[in-house]
């Protein structure tokens, strides 16, 4: 099988979720096009560069978007209870 369509497959779900992410205002759905950015570089790698080695760094991958969506919902709570808001326009200072 031919890696190529694979890999268009995997640009064009890219494209979309980056498209997405910049037109989207809720913090929940932001985050959850970046964890399909991430899966569509995941269809990427794998379908670009079958060795072993690219397998192993998508796994890695996996393991990265698992921790980063822990982080992202874990700073999202704490947005909302300060914020009382999940609209990103409405977060307008951030002060410590």
């Known amino acids: 099988m031919n890696a190529y369509p694979l890999a268009a497959i995997s640009f064009l779900l890219f494209a979309l979720a980056a498209a997405g992410f910049l037109t989207c ?51 999202i709570i704490a947005l909302a209870s300060t914020f009382r808001t999940l609209e990103a326009e409405n977060i307008k200072e951030l002060k410590g």
């Not at 192993?56 to 874990?74: H, K, R, T, W």
């Open 25 to 75: 205002g809720n913090l929940v759905r932001m985050l959850m096009f970046l964890e399909l950015m991430l899966n569509a570089a995941n269809i990427a790698m794998v379908a670009l560069g079958p060795q072993p080695a690219s397998q192993a760094y998508a796994l890695m991958l996996f393991a990265v978007a698992a921790a980063e969506a822990g982080v992202g919902l874990a700073l």
